[in-house]
């Protein structure tokens, strides 16, 4: 089955979906901004380990009133831009439609089942190592996977087929019964990894898994996240714990998608990676002093950056 | 002495202290948006159960390169607009000039802090029933009192110079050696009220007190941020909460500014008195799921209004 995507989005992971989508024979258009102008002329490049894969889109654009509607609306979108969600991703949605969120942290579901519209939301998070390196080009250096979850209402089967397109697209798709559970298990790798390449002052994981004192700050963040987690009903196991920081070590120095957003002096996701976690998380009773000690940290690195 | 002061900002606060300091005789400038006309035309009107007094501006501008530099620049801007604070203050201060921030929460004296120049901040509590209740009109329904303290370096004499003016134009004016402990003081109002006036859909302070729920969340937010002042190392007595919940009883119907705001579809200064005390708080070791709790619904109205 084809299907008539729209990404709304194209940096390293709307970039990086989007492409696989197109190759796999579905008709995919982008809702881009800057590197509009390069994806019209040249399309996509898909780089991994293994291949480069240069892939044309069925139509690339600034303003979605000339895209057209669709099937699928996959959002790929940083958090800090969902302000502007009604405006980009209504335009878009046939009646009936998905919408899929694949951005990071806590708020992006509940923002898009917050527009008008009765559209079923799917939440799909990124396992993966994916960076835009100029524009177009995206490189992906962990092939990971997608965990997908139901949003909002009676959507599993939207969950089923959403992840089917995916598979199809050679994604590692999984299908996940709560979003909760998801988002926190995700969150155990953004939370320690995002948050502390900022607060020691701009670093690499690698960096931060070869220093005490950061290695340890880590690892009492995961278990924070891990008891927030069990607090609000979707508990993970030590054995996710160690999976991240094995996986962790395999990456080298890799750069979270935070750090980029640091460096350049672009807005940071700080509410749904640290402000939002941190509210559920103590609401449900879980005490998360060391996630706030970072969040305090990192909201003073951003004020000194000006 | 007579001074030069701007006042950034002509709200309820900005309004009646830039009125009261120029009946007192001093040469006050104000930077205003929708009401400048107003304010240039009929200068401001201040009302308390008492009297009411006309008094005009020495100028009123909503540029602020149009209104030369001053030995002391107030600030009384909304908490949400301090990503402009550079632009708008830095014009008007003089070499060595005094800052002082009239507002709400947490962070505000960091942000004027971390403009450039040496400029020395003072940071003004007020605790205060204001309204502005049409352009250029404030409407005093509790004299208070304003609480100074240090923000930034060994500016006690800057205190001192600051309480000492505003006593002059007939403020109560206490001066307090840790601006910790007034932030936090002042939070043990506004996070209960502010914070449930909105939570509850829309209500005044009567409301709250008049329903046993409501009061009793009240209570117990009062008392988690009394754990969290103390252990920030500025420990607070339970005659504070007490006195708190007097003087609220006495003000009847009001609106504090969070619900004017609400109301009026217009920016919540959501961090300042919610989310940087939950997190300043955490980060110490207090517990604080009702006021984590609150922060979630306080979002969650927020989004629903759009």
Known sequence: MSLRIAMVGAGAVGGWYAGLLALAGNEVACLARGDAETLRRDGLLLRDGRSERR????????DPG??????????????????????????????????????NGMGNAEALAGLRGPEPVVAGLCFVCINRTAPGVIENSLPGHIRLAAAEGPTQARVRACASLLRHAG?????????????????????????????????????????AALRERARRLMLEVQSAAAARGAPFGDDHIRRQLEVTAGMGAYRPSSLIDYLAGREVEVDPIWTLPLERGVAAGAAMPELARLLGEIRARLARRG
Do not use: Y
Request: with cysteine; aromatic share 4%; net charge negative.
């Open 171 to 211: 994604v590692e798709a999984r299908e996940d019964d709560s979003l909760e559970s998801v988002l926190w298990r995700k969150l155990c790798w953004n939370i320690p990894f995002n948050g502390l390449a900022i607060a020691a002052g701009g670093v690499t994981t690698d960096r931060i898994l070869g220093d």
């Open 66 to 103: 000339r895209l057209g509607r669709f099937d699928l609306v996959a959002v790929a979108l940083k958090a800090t831009a969902n302000h502007r969600l009604a405006e980009l991703v209504e335009p878009l949605a046939k009646p009936g439609a998905t919408l899929l969120t694949l951005q």
């Open 55 to 62: 892939v044309r889109l069925a139509a690339v654009e600034t």
